[in-house]
C-alpha cells in the first residue's frame, strides 16, 4: 500500500485540472495529480486517439471534442476522476482509462450544480 504521508497532490479542480496544469504541477514538485472531474455519461462517448502530433492519449468525444487528455511524462502520477451514479457505467469508464492512468477516483456524491444536472 502506498504511503501519501509527505506528498504534494494537486486536488481536482473543475476546468483547471487539465494535463497542461497537471504537467506543470508535476515539474514544480507535485507527487500525485488528479484530473478534472469527468461524467461517466460523457465518457462513455469517447474513443480512445493516440494522437502522436502531441505523444498524447486523447479521449474524442462524437463531436470531435477533446474532453480527456494525457500523456506518458504523467501516467505514473495521475488520477482520473469520474463523477457518476452508476456502478455498471463507472465500471466500463475505468476499462476505457485504466492502461492510461495510475489511479481512478469516484465522486458519487458531488453536490455541485453541474454533477446534479450531470446525473449524479
Request: glycine share 6%; proline share 3%.
Amino acid at each position: 500500500m502506498s504511503s501519501f504521508t509527505n506528498k504534494v497532490i494537486l486536488a481536482p479542480m473543475v476546468r483547471i485540472g487539465t494535463l497542461p496544469t497537471r504537467l506543470l504541477a508535476l515539474r514544480y514538485g507535485a507527487d500525485l495529480v488528479y484530473s478534472e472531474e469527468l461524467i461517466d455519461h460523457k465518457m462513455l462517448q469517447c474513443r480512445r486517439v493516440v494522437n502522436p502530433i502531441l505523444d498524447s492519449i486523447d479521449f474524442i468525444s462524437t463531436n470531435g471534442k477533446c474532453v480527456f487528455r494525457t500523456c506518458k511524462a504523467e501516467r505514473d502520477q495521475i488520477v482520473f476522476q469520474m463523477g457518476t451514479s452508476d456502478a455498471k457505467r463507472a465500471l466500463e469508464v475505468s476499462k476505457l482509462v485504466e492502461n492510461d492512468v495510475a489511479g481512478i477516483d469516484i465522486n458519487m456524491g458531488c453536490p455541485k450544480e453541474f454533477s446534479l444536472k450531470g446525473g449524479m
